[in-house]
């Protein structure tokens, strides 16, 4: 946690990690609060029906400890993978809970996933366990036989199909449980990386995850906890930015978390939400953002209560920043982190650490720097790979069976994100692009980050997506895939338009070439452009053209 000192300086000065010798998540996320405060307000569950159901952290407590008890009776130990297919929920809290409190993994899947990538990560993982919903159990029917590890299934809403029901299973566990005594480098979680790049990754993570995280919440949700905070995300919490960036810390701060089932990301419904309950913390991944800008925010304006939100997982950019302060009246706190090691780049306007365009700077506790080929550390304005130094809490324990994808992370100390960035003369970071999305184009090096920024100033452009397309005199060309706001029309003359305006506004070399509107962007289950589709669309164009 971050002691109370209020300039950003200080603070990394005087930060030294505390991380005791014996350590779980659930006792620190939960227990924590419920041996004193059983009645404490932990999560606020919004119903299809609009109805609040109010879950105190004594109730996450007894339930979890009765799910503990009941998955060990089904013969699950320490270090078992117990896979989690099921939405924002209290169920999927008091899951997690359970699992963490056994020393087993707990390997969350997102809601939306289909069967292909449903069953690659359970069998990757090897899960003992899925505990789901009725909706998961018909993806999961056709895939049991060829799981052969998967023991049970339990489903929160009802059984059939031979899996267990969750409420009887677990009425039938004890409310006490004797925990494994698990220590801060034990494993917790295993979380898939967004898939974003290639096929996903299961990245390892200790109980301490949660520990390194404290600061960046802090830093991101100006000084999290205050009088009056209740927190938000719409952020799945299969993915590290819903549960480790908004669910995990706020119930260890003792923030309550509103909770609600969220199929697809709707951009009026977010707002309505916020207002309707009061939300004072947001988590709001940079897409959905950029979405919430074809809604008419003035209508919200007296009726929202936000006293901070952050966005992390993208490139924010300066146009949705400055939407966010006028919209909904606080400056975003933009952080960066991967799932291996999350969270260590961010902003703070409380603490003086903002500005439009930047990522933010190194958190307090995390080493960071952009750095060279051979492990040097750039100059400010040079542009290199952002590492991270070993040794901070969040840093992953590996990459589940994956020995190869381990042996290329790490260049000595620095964990490699694969991410190109640079550090300005004032000490923030910005993001160019990811490694493999960087565009060689005449002989420059271009990253899709400040063209697309660009690009969504633009009053017809809701999202926009750049890529190298394979081209034979430039190497590539940059083309840019739009969506366009409600109203407007693909025209030749809005390429023409939109092209001008990049190249007026920003330059006449990265200005995008060729213009595409396509009517939604192929996005990952965490809302993430996945240029990689882009980019061999794009190269299937070009080749066909050469061919
Ligand atoms: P995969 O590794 O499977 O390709 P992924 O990298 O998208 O997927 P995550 O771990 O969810 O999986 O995402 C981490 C990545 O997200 C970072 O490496 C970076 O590329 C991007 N990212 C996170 N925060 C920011 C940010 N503030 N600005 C720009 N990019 C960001
Ligand atoms: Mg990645």
Redo the contacts with the bound molecule.
């Keep these: 946690m971050l002691p109370p000192l209020t300039s950003y300086e200080e603070l990394r000065a005087a930060f030294r990690w505390n991380v005791p010798a014996r350590y779980n998540i659930a006792q620190d996320a939960c227990d924590r609060w419920a041996d004193v405060e059983p009645d404490r307000a932990a999560l606020l569950h919004v119903l299809p029906s609009g109805d609040v159901e109010e879950w105190s952290y004594g109730r996450l407590k007894r339930n979890s400890c009765q799910l503990a008890n009941a998955l060990r009776s089904l013969g699950v130990t320490s270090q078992d993978r117990v896979a989690l297919l099921l939405p924002q929920a209290p169920e999927t809290a008091v899951s997690h809970l359970a699992i963490y409190r056994l020393g087993a993994i707990a390997v969350p899947l997102a809601a939306l996933f289909g069967p292909e990538a449903l069953r690659y990560r359970l069998e990757n993982a090897g899960a003992k366990v899925v505990i789901t919903n009725q909706a998961g159990l018909e993806k999961l029917s056709a895939l049991r036989e060829q799981l052969p590890f998967l023991e049970h299934v339990l489903c929160v809403d009802g059984a059939g199909d031979g899996a267990l029901e969750f409420w009887s299973l677990l009425e039938r566990g004890s409310e006490q449980f004797e925990g494994c005594e698990t220590g801060p480098d034990d494993p917790a979680l295993m979380i898939y990386?967004?898939?974003?790049?290639?096929q996903?990754?299961g990245a390892l993570l200790a109980h301490r995850v949660l520990l390194g995280h404290l600061p960046g919440i802090q830093m991101a949700h100006e000084m999290l906890p205050q009088a009056g905070d209740l927190f938000w995300t719409p952020a799945d919490w299969a993915?590290?930015g819903g549960l480790l960036n908004a669910l995990l810390p706020s119930l260890k701060f003792g923030v309550p978390v509103v909770t609600a089932r969220i199929d697809k990301f709707d951009p009026e419904g977010a707002f309505d939400l916020m207002a309707r309950h009061g939300v004072r913390n947001a988590f709001i991944p940079p897409t959905a953002l950029k979405m919430m800008r074809s809604v008419d925010h003035r209508k919200y304006s007296d009726k929202l209560q936000l006293r901070s939100v952050c966005s992390?997982?993208?490139?924010?950019g300066r146009e949705a920043f400055v939407w966010c302060q006028e919209a909904l009246g606080v400056s975003p706190n933009?952080?960066?982190?991967?799932?291996?090691c999350n969270l260590v780049l961010g902003s703070g306007a409380g603490l003086g650490v903002s500005r439009a365009g930047a990522?933010g700077k190194p958190v307090p506790g995390h080493e960071v720097s952009v750095i060279r080929p051979d492990g040097s550390i750039c100059e400010p304005e040079e542009q290199g790979e952002i590492a991270v130094r070993r040794g901070t809490p969040v840093m992953f324990l590996g990459y589940w069976q994956r020995p190869d994808a381990d042996e290329t992370k790490f260049l000595g100390d620095w964990m490699l994100?694969?991410?190109q960035g640079v550090v300005d003369a004032d000490g923030y970071f910005h993001?160019v692009g990811?490694n493999d999305d960087v565009i060689t184009s005449a002989g420059y090096r271009i990253g899709p980050t400040e063209i697309e920024d660009c690009l969504i100033k633009h009053e017809a452009v809701g999202l926009a997506a750049v890529v190298g397309k394979p081209d034979p005199v430039r190497t590539e060309i940059v083309k840019a895939y739009v969506v366009l706001k409600d109203g407007y029309e693909p025209s030749e003359g809005l390429v023409d338009d939109i092209r001008q305006y990049v190249r007026v506004s920003l330059s006449a070399h990265e200005y995008p070439r060729e213009i595409e509107f396509v009517s939604e962007m192929p996005l990952?289950t965490?809302g993430?452009v996945i240029r990689r589709i882009l980019r061999s669309r794009a190269q299937e164009e070009a080749e066909l053209v050469e061919g």
Excluded: C, H, N, V
Aim: aromatic share 10%.
């Design positions: 990386t967004s898939g974003t790049t290639g996903p990754k993915w590290a992390a997982g993208e490139a924010l933009e952080m960066y982190g991967q799932t291996e990522i994100t694969g991410d993001f990811r990952t965490s993430k």
